[in-house]
């Protein structure tokens, strides 16, 4: 059983805040100042160029890469760590449509990060051979699969509303037509049990600083199947995804596996402080995670319900059917949001209309829960929210 407990005691959470946008950046391992502070001293200040092997700096995308597989179902050795998510998903898409050069179509959904969808428009001009990115609503996607679709490309957890994706029905009636998978699983590594290699994903991409607690701007991943990572051609045929980085050839040749899907020079600091977080994950149990997380989720949309008739849940009811955040609906969403946070409770805000709030089960319990909810009630009950600073728009909402 995961301790709870002791995976809370090993973030910093500012006192008498509760912190419910764990699934847009996750909070500070405790641990990581140090870890930082060490590889900046005595790994950059004192060893210098040597750390790229002394300290392991080289070889970091992998050996964390083989850490985040654990969390996602991956085979060991097929995933790989660096640059953002967005390059993530243009080398993942630019390499399934390789696979696939009698086909034209991307299908995605509405609901899918508009960063996924604008990489594949891009990838579609640059490719300038007449592909196609077919959009439909999510719950639409089944039937939209269909013999001239190339590539499904989806977002596991609809980061609005948090509903999920069957990754497993989806994947098999792709193969069954003869089309790829990319699963974007930004919304869902570290909130919910994944399992890319048992559904037979080709590949699959996300983000560490979410729901894994990587810090602002932590690396992203991606994990390539078996069965194609020795095939694929990576669009961004970068040094450090080349067979022998410093025989400093003057031809691409790409390297082993996953490993090809590297573009350039590691960022160790920020995998320094990954790190750390990985650390807490190694105490939980990903099926206690979940467990936990629709505990949470189902408490605070029943308090919630019960408390603010005016706001209106835009999450699937069914705890089995969502991600590890709840949002509700409220036409003065962006102001009442403010004023949440003004409360201490830190949540966010979608457009048009949405309050959303993730539940991370490493440091967020029940006691949270009830005084998250206090405190939105009495924001929506006192109307706090309607006061004009409240509705000016920030840039980042
Ligand atoms: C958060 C998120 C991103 C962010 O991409 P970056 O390149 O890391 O900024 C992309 N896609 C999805 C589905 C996300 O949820």
């Known amino acids: 059983m995961t301790d709870f407990t002791a995976t809370k005691a090993m973030f910093n959470l500012p006192v008498g805040m509760v912190y419910l946008d764990g699934n847009s950046l996750g909070p500070l391992p405790k641990a990581a100042p140090a870890r930082v502070a060490d590889m900046l001293t005595k790994e950059w200040g004192e060893m210098l160029i040597t750390s790229w092997n002394l300290s392991g700096w080289?070889?970091?995308?992998?050996?964390?890469?083989?850490?985040?597989?654990?969390?996602?179902?991956?085979?060991?050795?097929?995933?790989?760590?660096?640059?953002?998510?967005?390059?993530?998903?243009?080398?993942?898409?630019?390499?399934?449509?390789?696979?696939?050069?009698?086909?034209?179509?991307?299908?995605?959904?509405?609901?899918?990060?508009?960063?996924?969808?604008?990489?594949?428009?891009?990838?579609?001009?640059?490719?300038?051979?007449?592909?196609?990115?077919?959009?439909?609503?999510?719950?639409?996607?089944?039937?939209?699969?269909?013999?001239?679709?190339?590539?499904?490309?989806?977002?596991?957890?609809?980061?609005?509303?948090?509903?999920?994706?069957?990754?497993?029905?989806?994947?098999?009636?792709?193969?069954?037509?003869?089309?790829?998978?990319?699963?974007?699983?930004?919304?869902?590594?570290?909130?919910?049990?994944?399992?890319?290699?048992?559904?037979?994903?080709d590949f699959a991409v996300g983000c560490t600083y979410k729901y894994l607690n990587g810090g602002p701007g932590a690396p992203a991943f991606i994990y390539v199947s078996p069965r194609h990572s020795e095939t694929i051609n990576p669009v961004l045929s970068g040094w450090q995804g080349h067979e022998s980085p410093f025989a400093f050839d003057l031809a691409y040749d790409p390297a082993v596996g996953v490993e090809r899907m590297r573009v350039g020079t590691p960022s160790v600091i920020q995998m320094a402080a990954l790190e750390t977080a990985l650390d807490v994950w190694d105490m939980a149990d990903m099926t206690d995670v979940r467990a936990r997380s629709i505990k949470l989720t189902d408490l605070f949309i029943t308090e919630i319900e019960?408390?603010?008739?005016?706001?209106?849940?835009?999450?699937?009811?069914?705890?089995?059917?969502?991600?590890?955040?709840?949002?509700?609906?409220?036409?003065?969403?962006?102001?009442?949001?403010?004023?949440?946070?003004?409360?201490?409770?830190?949540?966010?805000?979608?457009?048009?209309?949405?309050?959303?709030?993730?539940?991370?089960?490493?440091?967020?319990?029940?006691?949270?829960?009830?005084?998250?909810?206090?405190?939105?009630?009495?924001?929506?009950?006192?109307?706090?929210?309607?006061?004009?600073?409240?509705?000016?728009?920030?840039?980042?909402?």
């Open 58 to 201: 080289m070889v970091q995308p992998m050996v964390l890469g083989d850490r985040i597989a654990g969390l996602i179902g991956a085979e060991p050795g097929h995933v790989a760590l660096g640059d953002t998510l967005s390059i993530k998903v243009y080398q993942a898409l630019a390499a399934a449509l390789d696979l696939r050069p009698d086909r034209r179509v991307i299908l995605s959904d509405s609901g899918n990060f508009p960063t996924d969808l604008y990489m594949a428009q891009g990838l579609i001009r640059t490719l300038d051979k007449g592909h196609e990115l077919r959009v439909v609503a999510p719950e639409d996607i089944k039937d939209a699969i269909t013999d001239d679709v190339a590539v499904v490309m989806l977002t596991e957890a609809d980061y609005r509303t948090g509903r999920l994706h069957d990754m497993a029905d989806l994947t098999t009636k792709a193969h069954n037509v003869g089309a790829l998978t990319i699963w974007d699983l930004a919304h869902t590594a570290g909130a919910i049990p994944v399992d890319v290699a048992g559904c037979n994903a």
């Open 306 to 397: 019960a408390a603010c008739p005016m706001l209106t849940l835009a999450s699937p009811r069914d705890g089995t059917k969502r991600g590890s955040q709840v949002s509700f609906q409220f036409k003065h969403g962006y102001a009442a949001m403010q004023a949440i946070i003004a409360e201490g409770v830190i949540g966010d805000f979608r457009a048009p209309d949405l309050l959303r709030f993730g539940f991370a089960p490493l440091y967020i319990d029940e006691t949270d829960v009830h005084t998250a909810v206090k405190r939105i009630t009495r924001v929506m009950t006192e109307k706090l929210w309607d006061r004009p600073d409240y509705k000016i728009r920030k840039t980042v909402t």
